[in-house]
């Protein structure tokens, strides 16, 4: 389980960083939002990845990760996910408004094939 949720995170990061580095605005905005969701799933993965487990403690156990998932890492990746949405969503109505205004969607301003 940790050797698939690594390497979807490492494919996720990957991934986004290379559509970061390319010229047009969607495929940045692509890669912003690849990035924020390996994020999320790194910090999501922090609290353990511990399958119908509990996620409070319970009296009489032990409070170590084995018997229990920690709520923290889950309450920022919801977080995070929800202030994502909303930076898409602004970034998204900026590409909108330059691809209206210059009349391309170039990172750099000039319209190039």
Same mark, same amino acid.
């Given at each position: #389980?940790?050797?698939?949720?690594?390497?979807?995170?490492?494919? #996720?990061?990957?991934?986004? =960083?290379?559509?970061?580095?390319?010229?047009?605005?969607?495929?940045?905005?692509?890669?912003?939002?690849?990035? @924020?969701?390996? =994020?999320?799933? +790194?910090?999501?993965?922090?609290? @353990?990845?511990?399958?119908?487990?509990?996620?409070?403690?319970?009296?009489?156990?032990?409070?170590?990760?084995?018997?229990?998932?920690?709520?923290?890492?889950?309450?920022?990746?919801? =977080?995070?996910?929800?202030?994502?949405?909303?930076?898409?969503?602004? +970034?998204?109505?900026?590409?909108?408004?330059?691809?209206?205004?210059?009349?391309?969607?170039?990172?750099?301003?000039?319209?190039?094939?």
């Amino acid at each position: #389980m940790e050797l698939v949720v690594s390497l979807a995170i490492g494919v #996720m990061a990957g991934a986004g =960083t290379w559509l970061l580095l390319r010229p047009r605005t969607y495929e940045v905005l692509i890669g912003l939002s690849l990035l @924020s969701y390996a =994020t999320n799933l +790194f910090i999501f993965s922090v609290g @353990s990845l511990a399958i119908g487990m509990e996620p409070i403690v319970q009296a009489g156990r032990p409070t170590n990760l084995e018997h229990y998932s920690d709520p923290l890492p889950q309450s920022l990746a919801l =977080t995070a996910i929800v202030i994502g949405f909303a930076t898409t969503a602004l +970034f998204l109505v900026v590409l909108l408004a330059l691809r209206g205004l210059s009349g391309g969607d170039h990172v750099d301003g000039e319209d190039r094939p």
